[in-house]
């Protein structure tokens, strides 16, 4: 086995020690980074930079952020979430924040997807030309 396997191996197993009840617990990490610091082992560091990667995707994949043109009230707050709740099957971070250069609509972005229903984002597709080979704007 490659080394390059092994630190994916190795990081991937610390990952799955790290999570208690399907998310992160802090008080695991903490434990065990301070046992990678302190490893004799010669590929530690590379362990422990696959290990904080996979952490930081992982809370990339839990958050959420919304901009609107406007400040949504708090039923639409929570329609978003637990739209959100439901299409990832877990409960989201989410971040609210107000862009007045959306002009009108709601910009999403939620564990690396996009979802752009915004009037500014509309304007800018139809500023693009369309791909007829491809059937979307290129």
Known sequence: ???????????????RLSLAGGAPDAARIRQITDQLIGSP????????????????????DRTATVDSATLLDAPARAAVEAGLARRYGRTMATTFRIDPDLIGGVRLVAASDLLDDSVAGRL???????DWAQGRSA
């Not at 010669?42 to 362990?47: C, D, G, I, K, T």
């Not at 800018?124 to 369309?130: G, M």
Request: proline share 2%; charged share 35%.
């Open 1 to 15: 086995m490659t080394s390059a396997r092994e630190i994916h191996r190795d990081a991937a197993r610390l990952w």
């Open 41 to 60: 082992h010669y590929r530690r560091l590379a362990v422990l930079a696959e290990y904080v990667r996979r952490l930081r995707r992982d809370a990339a």
């Open 124 to 130: 800018t597709a139809l500023e693009r030309p369309f």
